[in-house]
């Protein structure tokens, strides 16, 4: 395996883990809860931008890959992480519930695709 590939996987890996993180963070949590629970937003906020900056290395490192994979939100999940850092102590909460609730079960189901592809050799 090229050493282009094993980093272009392992940050793809990297992503998966970190979506996994926010759906834990997340587990049994209401809007109303998570409205209320300063820690669980910092933490899905956290892992939100570093999704982000690990999406910035695979855009700079590996763009034809990510052409190849426009169902992939990259460029919204960049757009976010920059939100998140300009304005991490005002964040509205309701926006971070939405991209966990709503961009994150889709990336771990195209995530799951990359992976299944991934395990079949095409």
Same mark, same amino acid.
Do not use: C, Y
């Given at each position: *395996?090229? =050493?282009? @590939? $094993?980093?272009?996987?392992?940050? @793809?890996?990297? *992503?998966?883990?970190?979506?996994? $993180?926010?759906?834990?963070?997340?587990?049994?949590?209401?809007? !109303?809860?998570?409205?209320?629970?300063?820690?669980?937003?910092?933490?899905?906020? *956290?892992?939100?931008? +570093?999704?982000?900056? &690990?999406?910035? $290395?695979?855009?700079?490192?590996?763009? !034809?890959?990510?052409?190849?994979?426009?169902?992939?939100? /990259?460029?919204? +999940?960049?757009? +976010?992480?920059?939100?998140?850092?300009? $304005?991490?102590? &005002?964040?509205?909460?309701?926006? @971070? /519930? &939405?991209?966990? &609730? =709503?961009?994150?079960?889709?990336?771990?189901?195209?995530?799951?695709?990359?992976?299944?592809?991934?395990?079949?050799?095409?």
């Amino acid at each position: *395996m090229s =050493r282009d @590939l $094993e980093r272009l996987l392992d940050s @793809l890996d990297q *992503m998966r883990e970190l979506a996994l $993180e926010v759906d834990g963070f997340l587990e049994g949590i209401t809007a !109303d809860r998570f409205r209320r629970d300063r820690l669980t937003q910092r933490a899905v906020g *956290m892992n939100l931008v +570093l999704l982000g900056e &690990t999406v910035s $290395e695979i855009l700079k490192r590996f763009p !034809d890959f990510a052409a190849d994979h426009p169902d992939i939100a /990259w460029r919204e +999940l960049l757009d +976010l992480r920059h939100h998140i850092v300009a $304005e991490f102590a &005002t964040i509205d909460p309701a926006a @971070l /519930w &939405t991209a966990a &609730t =709503r961009t994150i079960p889709q990336l771990l189901s195209q995530l799951s695709m990359l992976r299944q592809i991934r395990a079949q050799g095409e």
